[in-house]
């Protein structure tokens, strides 16, 4: 009874797992997956996906490159016993290309099973390239851009300096980074400067003020401040 009872919660946690699981022998063919393994890659069902499998191999079935599921097995077979962990491109159901991270390993039951788990990353993959090709963006305006552009932390301290800075007042940005931006500005212009700031963290509005900056040879250029 304690056995029956036992597989019944195994049997439950593998249905019900929010990751796909699967056990499939080294020569390609599924001997069981679950159900979020079927509905990742599109299938209404593990047996539909089972049946559509075997009629010919995982690897020329799910693999975007066939021949990487040789490598797969080449380094659960490394791993001695062990769990290996790669990512992986997988054609669904619907030719479409999903991003999965696999953990693996040869079964200690069988030699000749692989079993493991897997995980659609797809979408966090592609805000992550979302966010690298945003901040190139960014990175293009900023260099391109005719104005001074910095970032000031909560101590007043330059952050992000743009390359700008060298042409207009002759500071490299290596130069400025981790200084106290106000020692910079005209003394006349300090005390103004910091009062401005103070009310400014409390509002979210645009502050546009005309500030003099010193440049490296010690004269001062009026600026037009957007913060």
């Given at each position: 009874?304690?056995?029956?009872?036992?597989?019944?919660?195994?049997?439950?946690?593998?249905?019900?797992?929010?990751?796909?699981?699967?056990y499939s022998t080294i020569g390609g063919k599924v001997v069981q997956v679950n159900s979020?393994?079927?509905r990742i890659l599109g299938y209404s069902s593990p047996d539909e996906f089972r049946e559509?499998?075997?009629?010919?191999?995982?690897?020329?079935?799910?693999?975007?490159?066939?021949?990487?599921?040789?490598?797969?097995?080449?380094?659960?077979?490394?791993?001695?016993?062990?769990?290996?962990?790669?990512?992986?491109?997988?054609?669904?159901?619907?030719?479409?290309?999903?991003?999965?991270?696999?953990?693996?390993?040869?079964?200690?039951?069988?030699?000749?099973?692989?079993?493991?788990?897997?995980?659609?990353?797809?979408?966090?993959?592609?805000?992550?390239?979302?966010?690298?090709?945003?901040?190139?963006?960014?990175?293009?305006?900023?260099?391109?851009?005719?104005?001074?552009?910095?970032?000031?932390?909560?101590?007043?301290?330059?952050?992000?300096?743009?390359?700008?800075?060298?042409?207009?007042?002759?500071?490299?940005?290596?130069?400025?980074?981790?200084?106290?931006?106000?020692?910079?500005?005209?003394?006349?212009?300090?005390?103004?400067?910091?009062?401005?700031?103070?009310?400014?963290?409390?509002?979210?509005?645009?502050?546009?003020?005309?500030?003099?900056?010193?440049?490296?040879?010690?004269?001062?250029?009026?600026?037009?401040?957007?913060?």
């Amino acid at each position: 009874t304690k056995m029956k009872e036992s597989d019944r919660r195994h049997g439950s946690l593998f249905d019900n797992a929010p990751i796909g699981i699967f056990y499939s022998t080294i020569g390609g063919k599924v001997v069981q997956v679950n159900s979020e393994f079927a509905r990742i890659l599109g299938y209404s069902s593990p047996d539909e996906f089972r049946e559509t499998i075997n009629r010919s191999s995982i690897s020329e079935i799910i693999y975007e490159w066939p021949e990487e599921r040789d490598f797969l097995i080449t380094k659960a077979i490394e791993a001695d016993g062990g769990w290996a962990e790669m990512e992986r491109r997988y054609r669904k159901k619907d030719g479409s290309i999903c991003i999965v991270n696999l953990v693996f390993r040869i079964s200690q039951d069988d030699p000749d099973m692989l079993e493991g788990f897997f995980e659609d990353i797809t979408e966090r993959r592609r805000a992550e390239r979302l966010v690298i090709e945003n901040e190139a963006k960014l990175h293009r305006i900023i260099s391109n851009s005719s104005d001074l552009i910095c970032e000031i932390d909560e101590r007043g301290m330059y952050t992000f300096v743009s390359d700008r800075y060298e042409t207009l007042l002759g500071y490299k940005p290596d130069e400025l980074l981790g200084t106290l931006s106000i020692k910079k500005m005209h003394p006349d212009d300090i005390k103004n400067a910091v009062e401005k700031s103070r009310r400014l963290k409390s509002t979210t509005g645009t502050s546009v003020n005309e500030w003099r900056f010193m440049q490296k040879d010690g004269d001062y250029r009026i600026f037009e401040c957007r913060s």
